[in-house]
């Protein structure tokens, strides 16, 4: 039997779709599960549906820098995309919280703070929504570091350079004692940028010959198969920040691997994905403060409460896109 070859085009074709699996990752990875369960360590795999959110995102955004080489016009797309749902949700939650119990925002200052930046994040590594603000100030960067590799491309290396960052954050004591409580975006940061490296063969179609195929199944299954084992065996015993390095590598072959999967789905299953994608940034605000937090302590089990909480949590993240999209249209008509 013929091995077709990786056609890195596909990465873009089934965008939505792996945007869409990614997101139901992460719902699997925030539903609570008891620690001696044999799914555990899977389940705490879903992790890296946010490095699949980063890398695809990196990637996006080289096709449209490329469209449109402009900065402000870079900007305003993205604040038109994220800002107004990050508002409605962030205002939503920070709002009662400081109204009632406090464990958020402590003041006026506070609580402005933490709706517009989620300041409290960046100074205490508060993970509320964690993901937003990160890829805000990932969006901020992200022009000037396409403009520099137009022009020099040799730092198009520089991830490597992130990666030892990583390192140096967790271990170099001075470094570690100002910005360590970061470390959850720092481990982040590299593969959100060989995403905007790996843009440009996508775009151009570029494809991987077919004896790339092993290569690919023998680094999906060795990172893939250390993860399952460093969270089933040893969660708890190792700097989370090692096992992020490996979802770089993993992350890029579970991209891969799912493109030859979405390629054989019948439509309807990839239709399917493609809803969940095209609202995952309502679905990721919305699925833990505002559904999970309710339906966990009702006991349906694990399966059950990830059932709920999906079927819950779309339905509602259509509703605040359909709502954001008329305000937008509403506002851009004045």
């Keep these: 039997m013929k091995i077709p070859s990786i056609e890195l085009g596909n990465i873009s074709r089934f965008r939505a779709e792996q945007m869409g699996a990614a997101m139901l990752f992460v719902i699997l990875f925030h539903v609570a599960l008891d620690r001696g369960d044999p799914f555990y360590g899977l389940r705490r795999c879903g992790n890296v549906g946010v490095d699949i959110f980063l890398f695809l995102s990196g990637v996006g955004l080289w096709f449209a820098w490329t469209k449109t080489p402009s900065v402000s016009h870079f900007y305003r797309r993205r604040l038109i995309r994220i800002l107004p749902t990050w508002l409605i949700c962030s205002t939503a939650f920070y709002l009662p919280d400081y109204l009632g119990a406090q464990r958020f925002s402590k003041n006026v200052v506070d609580l402005l703070g933490d709706i517009t930046i989620n300041w409290d994040f960046w100074l205490h590594d508060e993970l509320t929504f964690w993901y937003v603000p990160a890829i805000m100030l990932l969006y901020l960067i992200a022009p000037w570091y396409m403009r520099l590799i137009r022009r020099y491309p040799t730092y198009r290396w520089l991830p490597l350079l992130m990666v030892v960052w990583c390192v140096m954050v967790q271990w170099v004591l001075?470094?570690?004692?100002?910005?360590?409580?970061?470390?959850?975006?720092?481990?982040?940061?590299?593969i959100f940028f060989i995403g905007i490296n790996m843009g440009e063969m996508v775009r151009s179609r570029r494809q991987l010959p077919p004896d790339a195929v092993w290569l690919l199944l023998i680094t999906f299954l060795m990172t893939f198969g250390t993860c399952l084992y460093l969270e089933q065996v040893r969660h708890g015993l190792f700097p989370l920040f090692v096992e992020r390095m490996l979802y770089i590598p993993f992350t890029v072959c579970s991209v891969l691997v799912m493109n030859r999967i979405f390629r054989r789905t019948p439509e309807w299953v990839n239709r399917s994905f493609r809803m969940v994608g095209m609202l995952s940034l309502e679905a990721y605000l919305i699925h833990i403060h505002f559904v999970l937090v309710y339906v966990q302590p009702m006991g349906f089990g694990y399966w059950g409460t990830f059932a709920a909480t999906v079927a819950i949590t779309l339905p509602a993240a259509w509703v605040l896109q359909k709502v954001t999209s008329f305000a937008l249209k509403l506002c851009t008509q004045k």
């Design 174 to 190: 001075p470094i570690h004692a100002v910005v360590g409580h970061l470390e959850i975006f720092w481990s982040r940061v590299p």
